[in-house]
């Protein structure tokens, strides 16, 4: 559960995930699976909306954790939930680990995000890579993917929250998260893309010095919960659970 700030907006988002939820729980309802996947997508715009407010307004606590390693895991769970083949969801992963100072869950709603945009835009074969790396004293998470790109008169909106530019469902807060998230916590994100050549996102964060870094889950731990933050985000692209 994500404690925002006591917002309207955190208040709205509260009580859409808390109606969504009920609905999705409720052993006496009878869900077409049009109707599930409309609830997810319901849920990912509240959980976004939570975290945009609490990431703008009291962020939570930085805790050491390993880029490379949660990176790697978060994309595990998405190869298990997702139809785009593995082959086409690639890490190309660091050698060593990368210790930086953020909040792991805020971070997988991040991450998360970015490859939910991905899967959405990416055309008809929707392909990613993701690499992680280090870059003098930070770390730095490069995705690319090979879609039509975002046309430059639009790639500024792009970073804005509320200023979709597709016609799916969205409350716009992808991209913008994901800078509003890297600043919070030191560091920067940055995006280029040209028509035709697909988006390339960086995020990076400082490098810190922790003698010893939390194990991130595993992908059938992240998956365990039919509210896990994997199906929550990917609900626009992958199986839900019934």
């Not at 606590?61 to 390993?66: G, K, S, T, V």
């Not at 390693?69 to 994309?75: F, H, I, N, P, R």
């Not at 939910?116 to 490069?142: D, E, F, I, K, M």
């Not at 799916?168 to 280029?192: D, I, K, Q």
Request: charged content about 15%; proline content about 12%; aromatic content about 4%.
């Amino acid at each position: 559960m994500i404690l925002g700030a006591i917002t309207p907006a955190a208040r709205l988002a509260a009580a859409m995930r808390g109606e969504v939820s009920e609905v999705l729980c409720c052993p006496e309802s009878s869900l077409s699976p049009a109707a599930r996947a409309a609830a997810y997508r319901l849920l990912r715009t509240a959980q976004n909306l939570e975290w945009w407010t609490r990431l703008s307004t009291q962020p939570p606590p930085a805790r050491p954790l390993d880029l490379g390693a949660s990176t790697a895991a978060l994309l595990a769970a998405v190869r298990e939930v997702c139809a785009t083949p593995p082959v086409l969801l690639q890490l190309v992963p660091c050698r060593q680990p990368l210790p930086v100072a953020a909040d792991e869950a805020a971070f997988e709603a991040v991450l998360l995000n970015l490859v939910c945009n991905s899967l959405l835009y990416g055309g008809p074969t929707p392909a990613l890579t993701l690499r992680a790396a280090r870059q003098g004293s930070r770390a730095v998470l490069l995705l690319r993917d090979g879609g039509p790109g975002i046309p430059p008169h639009r790639q500024r909106a792009a970073l804005q929250p509320f200023e979709s530019f597709s016609h799916l469902p969205s409350a716009g807060l992808g991209l913008p998260l994901a800078a509003l998230f890297a600043r919070r916590y030191g560091g920067a994100f940055t995006l280029e893309s040209r028509p035709g050549r697909g988006v390339c996102v960086a995020l990076s964060l400082p490098l810190c010095s922790a003698a010893r870094l939390p194990q991130p889950p595993q992908a059938a731990a992240l998956l365990a919960d039919r509210f896990s933050p994997v199906y929550v985000q990917l609900a626009p692209r992958c199986v839900l659970p019934d």
